[in-house]
């Protein structure tokens, strides 16, 4: 299950979730969720692409201070790594409208469903 934040559009701003070409969204008729499938969009484009710290990076670099000391917080941070966060727009066939921010690897999931 990857992580969708729903920026703005036809549905509810908030955390939704994208697993299997299934996305699980809250509406303002249904804040329990809705399932649209990713074949369901028209058209999809990124709108921008930046790089972000993984979430996990404070607790690699907490755990190598305390082994190493400053150098150990600084080689447990990078480790952690970045990863990109791909921000979208996507029209569904329906004419539904949303601007919602993911991964790379979870976009380039949901893009491949339009292409398919």
């Given at each position: 299950?990857?992580?969708?934040?729903?920026?703005?559009?036809?549905?509810?701003?908030?955390?939704?979730e994208?697993?299997?070409?299934?996305?699980?969204?809250k509406?303002?008729?249904?804040?329990?969720?809705?399932?649209?499938?990713?074949?369901?969009?028209?058209?999809?484009?990124?709108?921008?692409?930046?790089?972000?710290?993984?979430?996990?990076?404070?607790?690699?670099g907490?755990a190598?201070?305390?082994?190493?000391?400053?150098?150990?917080?600084?080689?447990?941070?990078?480790?952690?790594?970045?990863?990109?966060?791909?921000?979208?727009?996507?029209?569904?066939?329906d004419?539904r409208q949303?601007?919602?921010?993911?991964?790379?690897?979870?976009y380039?999931?949901?893009?491949?469903?339009?292409?398919?």
């Amino acid at each position: 299950m990857a992580k969708i934040e729903v920026l703005s559009g036809d549905f509810l701003q908030g955390t939704g979730e994208y697993r299997h070409g299934t996305f699980r969204l809250k509406t303002v008729l249904n804040s329990a969720g809705v399932d649209v499938k990713a074949s369901a969009f028209k058209s999809l484009e990124i709108a921008s692409e930046s790089p972000v710290t993984n979430r996990d990076a404070l607790g690699y670099g907490l755990a190598g201070a305390m082994l190493l000391g400053p150098v150990g917080a600084l080689a447990g941070y990078l480790i952690a790594g970045t990863e990109n966060e791909v921000t979208f727009i996507g029209t569904f066939k329906d004419g539904r409208q949303l601007m919602a921010a993911t991964d790379s690897a979870t976009y380039k999931d949901i893009s491949q469903h339009l292409l398919n």
